[in-house]
């Protein structure tokens, strides 16, 4: 397959920029236009074109794209331009800034320009600051000439970074990516206009109400000395805390502060009533979203923008502003974004969840035959936990003892204390004495002897990259080893503890590692709390492939895919995916999988 790597050059202006849109926006807007681009074939001489979108468009058509495979730098960019506009579809496309993210990690940046100086194979131009607000036919053909040699540069830097950071890439990998790119570049879903303008209408008069019943207007609200001012009005002393960035007193006006929280439970109901006012109000990510789904909508499908290695674990994240990775499902909204996503006509979503899978790996790597065995057999491992934890039969356990249970299994896994433990279930609404957490917290770890002995090997791990030794992580199998300053695991993907820095203290040795935010600790349960999350995404990522061989994955968010599949083949093809998704990778065999899945017209319907 033939290597075809590109660069367009947009028009741009200081209103209309990928600073201020969101590439899906950019794109599609009718001030669209392409002032030239550079192709490279394999390791021949990079081609500049610039004209009319037509004379583009036959430029491009005498390169064999359908059975190549298309690089560039932000693909999600280049692979829409090409496709949308030009309606060409390359056999496969990859990325150089997605294999960054992966190769070096996601604390350092992946732009050209960085990771051109990072590896030596040249320096990025600046003529496109040259280029704001420029139309194809304002530049002189000195400048476009040099518009052009500046392209070809980015097309030349991003072909050289492919030979390395490709080399040795894990195939599957680059098909994941591959997966990826095309859940945005060849778009699907469709949106529920009518349900997403009701549903706009129904916020904004929520938040009316809630100013009407306060008594109050928006901007005492969003102000913070008149908010703090209304509630000396009605004799509460508005909470403090000291600021983190000036070391200051300063308002706990935050949702998340507790002074603030508890004004929602205040004796006086017109306290309430300011609360829920000001927290309605301040709160704008859920109307933003629904109105740029309207947007989305009435430009075209809805293209699925998710970061491949997004997270120091591997995972995917959100991107171009509508994160579909944590669209509510709870509280006033519901899931009402989640189901004004639509299948095509004569198609149906699948959205298959992986069970417990974290728990599972867990379990499996530290070698806890007992958990595993019971996840393989089917058993309910939350109510064994909450047996042991009550001295109660199983048979006999209360749903609020199996979810202290379940909060038990999937927190302590990771050496949670009691203290924290305590603050996790009051945020459910289970408030328990600090020595009953530290009783449960103790009855965990008496359990699950390997699980603690993985947090002490994992421990060890830091030690040995932070003295360059060799060592390995998982009583089943080499499953993560050292080189360098990273992890290997077994997919060929990699877990980076960049500058990995040891402190001795009253406490022992404690290591801490560099981060974009500053330095970040680090420690034997936290270690294995990356590795299982990992591995967890390394297995749904197998999953993934397996399922696109025969239908279209749409999105993934944590541990689920969703699918898009004809109507007439739902039952086949739920079977077959949830198979996929009980299917443990060959690194991994024993470890027991399993699955939820639902079927519907959207996908906040899959039941």
């Not at 367009?8 to 200081?14: A, H, I, M, V």
């Not at 990325?95 to 940046?109: A, K, P």
């Not at 008069?205 to 005492?220: M, P, W």
């Not at 591997?314 to 509280?331: V, Y």
Request: with cysteine.
């Amino acid at each position: 397959m033939d290597l075809i790597t590109v660069d367009f050059e947009t028009y741009y202006d200081k209103d209309y920029s990928l600073s201020k849109m969101t590439t899906e926006e950019y794109i599609r807007d009718p001030r669209f236009e392409v002032i030239g681009v550079a192709v490279k074939v394999n390791n021949n001489k990079t081609e500049w074109a610039s004209g009319t979108n037509t004379q583009i468009r036959l430029f491009l058509q005498t390169f064999n794209f359908h059975a190549a495979c298309l690089c560039a730098h932000n693909t999600m960019f280049d692979g829409a331009i090409i496709s949308w506009h030009y309606n060409i579809n390359p056999k496969f496309f990859t990325d150089t800034l997605c294999l960054s993210r992966s190769v070096d990690g996601v604390e350092v940046s992946g732009s050209l320009r960085a990771l051109a100086e990072r590896y030596g194979v040249g320096v990025k131009g600046t003529e496109v600051l040259d280029a704001l607000g420029k139309r194809r036919d304002s530049f002189t053909p000195e400048q476009l000439s040099r518009y052009g040699d500046y392209c070809i540069n980015d097309v030349n830097l991003t072909y050289d970074l492919f030979r390395i950071l490709g080399k040795n890439f894990p195939k599957k990998e680059l098909k994941l990516i591959d997966l990826t790119l095309r859940m945005f570049i060849d778009p699907v879903l469709v949106l529920d206009t009518g349900l997403l303008k009701k549903h706009l209408t129904e916020i904004r008069e929520y938040k009316a109400s809630l100013l009407d019943a306060a008594g109050v207007g928006k901007d005492d609200l969003m102000s913070n000395p008149k908010f703090a001012k209304l509630l000396e009005a009605l004799d509460v002393e508005p909470p403090m805390k000291i600021s983190p960035a000036t070391g200051k007193q300063t308002f706990a006006f935050a949702k998340s502060d507790e002074g603030f929280v508890s004004l929602g439970e205040h004796y006086d109901p017109e306290v309430q009533k300011l609360f829920k006012a000001r927290l309605a109000n301040k709160s704008t990510l859920e109307e933003t979203r629904t109105q740029r789904f309207i947007d989305i909508a009435s430009r075209g499908t809805l293209p699925v923008p998710i970061r491949y290695y997004a997270a120091h674990t591997g995972r995917w994240g959100g991107d171009d502003k509508i994160n579909l990775q944590n669209l509510p499902s709870r509280g006033v909204s519901g899931n009402i974004l989640k189901r004004s996503i639509l299948a095509p006509e004569g198609c149906s979503l699948i959205d298959a969840d992986s069970s417990q899978i974290e728990a599972r790996v867990l379990a499996w790597l530290a070698g806890q035959d007992d958990l595993t065995t019971a996840f393989a057999d089917g058993e309910d491992v939350y109510k064994k936990m909450a047996s042991r934890i009550y001295e109660v039969e199983e048979e006999n356990i209360s749903k609020e003892q199996r979810f202290v249970g379940k909060t038990t299994i999937l927190g302590a896994g990771y050496g949670m204390g009691a203290v924290r433990f305590k603050d996790q279930l009051k945020n459910f609404d289970t408030d328990i004495e600090l020595k009953e957490a530290r009783r449960i917290i103790k009855i965990y770890r008496d359990t699950n002897g390997q699980i603690n002995r993985l947090w002490r090997d994992a421990q060890t791990i830091l030690k040995n990259i932070h003295n360059g030794s060799k060592g390995s992580l998982g009583i089943n199998g080499l499953v993560c080893i050292i080189d360098e300053e990273y992890l290997s695991l077994p997919s060929g993907l990699r877990l980076h503890y960049d500058d990995l820095k040891s402190t001795t203290t009253d406490m022992g040795v404690e290591y801490d590692y560099k981060t974009r935010r500053g330095r970040t600790r680090i420690y034997g349960g936290k270690v294995i709390e990356n590795v299982c999350q990992a591995l967890a995404r390394c297995i749904i990522g197998e999953q993934m492939l397996e399922v696109s061989k025969r239908y279209k994955v749409v999105l993934t968010v944590h541990d689920s895919i969703a699918c898009c599949v004809p109507d007439e083949e739902v039952d086949e093809a739920r079977n077959y995916i949830e198979n996929c998704m009980r299917t443990a990778p060959k690194w991994a065999s024993k470890l027991p999988l399993d699955c939820e899945s639902g079927v519907g017209k959207s996908y906040g319907g899959c039941e």
